[in-house]
């Protein structure tokens, strides 16, 4: 049976026309002109009616963007495939909006959580919180407003045993030269608390206000001794007004400290005497073991440098060393330090 649209493409065919604005041979009926896009009248349609399928639940075994139709014009079933990826969530912001209400889904059930816990103890742990954060604050509030006190030691070594911290290299002008401590000299107390080993020195002297004075309790080559000390800040020494302007030279390499037998006094060893250089010059030797220099007992590598930096080029020194359990005094005029 012949349809309506048919009859109408029939009549169109039997009766053609031309296009009135470019002249192209068009089929009657039409609408648009298909060279120029002229408009021609309400004509038939150009392109068949659209056929709207009705959706049934996808396949068994069919991917997610495949989906099962059905034609119930034609009684048929047939398979889409969709072509186009679906676009993605993010594109239009839904990311954002999905993350950002999970984190306030995730704020509201901790907060739930919470309700309860200050109904039972609640109080109790927010003030527990509130005075532990005081007291740290606190703390470091008193940290910074008490300021180390200053010593006057290049360094400070542990003795073996743990029974003092050794004053390596004490400085010139520094409370401790003030006080009369050396090189070398082991403190044992401080301020009547206990010195056990270099940490211990650090705190105790950190726990000590400036300006205080104190008492030191030392040992010296195996005797033990006091002495009194004032405290000064780091900031109130200037080591450069103690130094002089040319610094001395002996030509010498120092190595380990070491004990001299028979006796309760340890020394520098000497790891290498350089050639043509003052101590050389002098007649010191590798493994002589320095134990005075200039009047001045030397117990660590530190206080031996810094006499020898402070001697003034030129000058002659006495170097008290034991050379094969021999006492042995060497004068040595010293160099210049370029």
Same mark, same amino acid.
């Given at each position: 049976m012949e349809t309506e649209t048919q009859r109408a493409e029939k009549e169109a065919a039997a009766n053609p026309q031309s296009c009135p604005s470019c002249g192209t041979a068009l089929v009657g009926g039409m609408r648009f002109c298909r060279a120029c896009g002229y408009r021609?009248?309400?004509?038939?349609?150009?392109?068949?009616?659209t056929v709207r399928l009705d959706r049934v639940p996808d396949m068994a075994g069919m991917g997610a963007g495949n989906q099962s139709l059905t034609n119930p014009a034609a009684g048929a079933q047939t398979t889409l495939i969709s072509p186009v990826a679906p676009m993605p969530p993010q594109s239009l912001g839904h990311g954002r909006r999905r993350k950002g209400r999970k984190k306030w889904l995730a704020f509201l059930i901790a907060f739930l959580l919470f309700i309860p816990l200050v109904g039972v103890g609640g109080a109790f742990l927010f003030r527990a919180i509130r005075d532990t954060a005081q007291r740290s604050v606190g703390f470091r509030q008193q940290q910074r407003d008490v300021a180390r006190s200053f010593f006057g030691a290049e360094e400070f070594g542990d003795t073996e045993g743990e029974q003092g911290a050794i004053v390596e290299g004490a400085m010139p002008g520094s409370p401790a030269e003030r006080a009369g401590l050396l090189d070398g000299d082991i403190i044992t107390k401080f301020d009547g608390r206990p010195v056990n080993g270099e940490d211990a020195m650090r705190e105790v002297l950190g726990a000590t206000r400036i300006g205080k004075t104190v008492e030191v309790v030392y040992v010296r080559d195996g005797e033990m001794k006091t002495t009194q000390l004032t405290t000064i800040s780091s900031a109130d020494y200037n080591g450069d007004a103690f130094m002089p &302007?040319?610094?001395?030279?002996?030509?010498?390499?120092?190595?380990?400290?070491?004990?001299?037998?028979?006796? &309760?006094?340890? #020394?520098?060893?000497?790891?290498?005497?350089?050639?043509?250089?003052?101590?050389?010059?002098?007649?010191?030797?590798?493994?002589?073991?320095?134990?005075?220099?200039? #009047?001045?007992?030397?117990?660590?590598?530190?206080?031996?440098?810094?006499?020898?930096?402070?001697?003034?080029?030129?000058?002659?020194?006495?170097?008290?060393?034991?050379?094969?359990?021999?006492?042995? &005094?060497?004068?040595?005029?010293?160099?210049?330090?370029?």
């Amino acid at each position: 049976m012949e349809t309506e649209t048919q009859r109408a493409e029939k009549e169109a065919a039997a009766n053609p026309q031309s296009c009135p604005s470019c002249g192209t041979a068009l089929v009657g009926g039409m609408r648009f002109c298909r060279a120029c896009g002229y408009r021609l009248g309400e004509g038939m349609a150009e392109y068949v009616e659209t056929v709207r399928l009705d959706r049934v639940p996808d396949m068994a075994g069919m991917g997610a963007g495949n989906q099962s139709l059905t034609n119930p014009a034609a009684g048929a079933q047939t398979t889409l495939i969709s072509p186009v990826a679906p676009m993605p969530p993010q594109s239009l912001g839904h990311g954002r909006r999905r993350k950002g209400r999970k984190k306030w889904l995730a704020f509201l059930i901790a907060f739930l959580l919470f309700i309860p816990l200050v109904g039972v103890g609640g109080a109790f742990l927010f003030r527990a919180i509130r005075d532990t954060a005081q007291r740290s604050v606190g703390f470091r509030q008193q940290q910074r407003d008490v300021a180390r006190s200053f010593f006057g030691a290049e360094e400070f070594g542990d003795t073996e045993g743990e029974q003092g911290a050794i004053v390596e290299g004490a400085m010139p002008g520094s409370p401790a030269e003030r006080a009369g401590l050396l090189d070398g000299d082991i403190i044992t107390k401080f301020d009547g608390r206990p010195v056990n080993g270099e940490d211990a020195m650090r705190e105790v002297l950190g726990a000590t206000r400036i300006g205080k004075t104190v008492e030191v309790v030392y040992v010296r080559d195996g005797e033990m001794k006091t002495t009194q000390l004032t405290t000064i800040s780091s900031a109130d020494y200037n080591g450069d007004a103690f130094m002089p &302007k040319e610094r001395g030279l002996l030509g010498i390499e120092a190595t380990d400290r070491v004990p001299i037998e028979g006796t &309760k006094i340890v #020394g520098i060893r000497l790891g290498e005497v350089y050639a043509n250089r003052p101590a050389d010059l002098a007649g010191l030797k590798d493994g002589d073991i320095v134990v005075e220099f200039d #009047g001045k007992p030397v117990r660590t590598e530190e206080g031996l440098n810094g006499y020898i930096n402070r001697a003034k080029p030129a000058s002659t020194v006495d170097v008290v060393v034991y050379r094969e359990g021999q006492r042995i &005094k060497i004068p040595v005029k010293m160099g210049r330090r370029t």
